[in-house]
């Protein structure tokens, strides 16, 4: 068995404890047990007066093994409480020294602890909530017994982290070291307390100052909480907490461990542990060995002053990275400069970043209207119109001005990577970077692999998202990629039910009922009815889009007639400064294409009925998205649509959520639209994918992709 703690006896009576798991000192079951046996050892060897808990490596401990959640936690195998009781009931004064973070299960450690000090860098925090939990070890009792019971509400239930000055002023610490070394701070501090001759200091005997969280403040934060059906964990703090001021602790942690197992076996928390694992597997690439040498990216060019560019560009700026800006028109090239100027301005007047980190971002940053001034880039992203032959043309410059090993990238949202590697002449260099609007604050990044990008383009690109603090899904070539491929029919779905007599108001409801950000309707609107218009036309070109004349027709005809969306205030919606407010003229136009395509209204569609054929054909896509190698694994598709496409956590993605809908069932509904709908045009044949694990009863998550080659084609 691995030593993962460490006892040496110390002078002077002082045994000095040491957890060693790296990377972070995450706490299991195996070295719980450990550590409760060294303590053991520790405290009854003869001549000790006091007891020293630290980390070694580069932090204490962050928090605790999250696969074990997945097993309930009982009174019977619950590995935390009886070591937090053994450390709290020592009659010998125990001191916890902490440095880097000391999150969750550790940060619950140290509270255990009679005595704490903290390196001035450290941060300390209880993000449980994140993962849909709460501190189970005891946290919600210790935390307000320390740093009162406003503040540990505060920090218990937004997951943030605080500084070890905020720490000390709190309570929650006793001492601030600039000493590096944990080990020896925490032990000049436990002869501190000798030589004052301090007893040990259970925290459970500590009263809890309330912090002005009385009666009617903790009534008002059950009602808020209580209103968030979704995520059961809020409630269940603000519960804990109100525990924590009214009863005894051993009652407070009886409630706090019976409140944690409901959270942890409730969906939400499946689903944020889902995201949680599938955003760190996202940044895997397999088949390719993260000992491949990255190409250096010291310089960057971005071609567009548009919307996408502009945000993109920021992204660079941000990471101190120097960046041209090129757009081929001047007007465009000082709209966009002036845009990126004011979002800085506007950073620094609500305090998100100082003057100075402001000037020296912009001045990073260098205007042009000259292809030649990037030919000295490492990288070059292409945020040029959303148009074939514009992007092709941009492409086959770029291939030419480029220096050798300069990574070429393309931005475009639908248009084939491919083509567009091919005629920049050096497909081994080209692969498209798909941001999303808006470029600096979205953090996904679809990263799209092209047939012939080369493995280390891949691997540079993919931790340069890092570097940008994106992340990162890696999609292979497709139309849409993985993303907006599977918004297609979401989309489909929604225009249809227009025609049928369903209301813009009524689909964006159900749609932001069922907790996606944002329905359909005023989804378009926002991102223009022209862009959709111009893909449209785009898949026209291209012979992608369907044969069928009503095919996404409402959106077609509403840019006939001028309606772009919110930025000329009429799209799906008529707009009155933000708010939307039907439009009769779209409710005679939805009929009038009704009557043109033969498609039959009706009096009543129902809300399960607008969530089953928006959302089903979107999971069906993603199925086939699986079967085809473009996404490497079921979480990248569930990272892409919650971080890209306001699609709600506590549900996991679209792919978790069919696992818990149920796999036979989505079948079942498939089968019943294209009965109802009829399916000239395939829009209901389930994937090969769907009805195979619907048959052997597998869910997706399982779902294993043969391992990618990265043979160049
Ligand atoms: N807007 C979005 O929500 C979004 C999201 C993801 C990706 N994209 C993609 O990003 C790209 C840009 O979209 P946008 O919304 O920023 O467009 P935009 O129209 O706002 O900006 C495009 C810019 O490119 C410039 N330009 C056009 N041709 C050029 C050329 N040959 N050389 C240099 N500059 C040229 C134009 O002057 C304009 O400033 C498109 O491919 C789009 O599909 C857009």
Known sequence: MRDLVTLSHIEGGIALITIANPPVNALSRELLEQL??????????????????????????????????????TAANDAFNPVMDLIESLPKPVVCAMHGMALGGGLELAMACHYRIAHAQTRMGLPEVTLGILPGAGGTQRLPRL???????????TGRMIDADTALALGLIDGLTAQSDAAQAGLEHARHILEQGLPPRPTRGLAVDSGGLDAEALKQALDTAGRNTTHPAARAIV??????ITLPFSQGRELEGRLFEACRASDTSAALRHLFFAEREAAKLPGIPSSLQRRPIHHIGVIG?????????????????????????????????????????????????SAARSEAAL??????????????????????????????????????????????????????????ARASGRPGDFLGMHFFSPAHVMRLLEIVRGRGTLPEVLATVNALAKTLRKVSVISGVCYGFIGNRMLESYLRETDFLLMEGATPRQIDQAIEEAGLAMGPCRMLDMAGIDVA????????????????????????????????????HLGYYRYEGRDAIEDPEVAMLCEALARQHGIARRDHISNSEIFERCLFPLINEGCRIL???????????????????????????????????????????????????????????????????????????????????????
């Not at 053991?40 to 696969?67: H, K, N, Y």
């Not at 519960?239 to 924590?244: D, G, R, S, T």
């Open 239 to 244: 519960e804990c907490i109100q525990a924590a």
């Open 363 to 420: 001045a990073l940053l260098a205007p042009s209207l000259d292809y030649a001034d990037l030919g000295q880039c490492d990288l070059v992203i292409e945020a040029v119109f959303e148009d074939m032959d514009v992007k092709t043309a941009v492409c086959r410059q770029l291939g030419m001005i480029c220096k050798p090993g300069a990574i070429i990238a393309s931005n475009t949202s639908t248009l084939d990577v491919d083509a567009l």
């Open 627 to 713: 079967e085809e190698g473009i996404a490497y694994r079921t979480g990248d598709i569930d990272i892409v649509w919650t971080k890209g496409y306001g699609f709600p956590d506590h549900r996991g993605g679209p792919l978790f959520m069919a696992d818990r809908i149920g796999l036979p069932t989505i079948l079942e509904r498939l089968a019943h639209y294209s009965r109802a709908q009829g399916n000239e045009h395939g829009y209901w044949t389930p994937a090969d994918l769907l009805a195979a694990h619907a048959a052997s009863g597998r869910p997706l998550s399982q779902w294993q992709a043969p391992a990618p080659t990265h043979e160049p084609a």
């Open 533 to 568: 218009a111009k893909v449209l036309l785009e898949q026209g070109k291209a012979g992608i889009r369907p044969s069928d004349p009503a095919y996404r027709a409402v959106v077609g005809r509403l840019f006939e007639r001028g309606r772009l969306g919110q930025k000329n």
């Open 305 to 353: 002053a548009g919307t996408m560019g502009r945000g993109i560009i920021m992204n660079f700026l941000d990471a101190g990275i120097s960046s041209v800006l090129v757009d081929a028109n001047r007007d465009a090239l000082e709209n966009g400069v002036a845009q990126i100027r004011k979002t800085y301005e506007s950073r620094v007047a609500r305090g998100r970043i």
């Open 36 to 73: 409760g046996r060294r303590i053991e050892e520790a405290a009854a060897a003869p001549g000790c007066r006091a007891l020293v808990l630290c980390a070694a490596g580069r932090t204490f401990v962050c928090g605790a093994d999250i696969t074990q959640l997945d097993q309930p936690i």
């Open 147 to 157: 740093a009162g019971a406003k503040a540990a509400l505060d920090m218990i239930s």
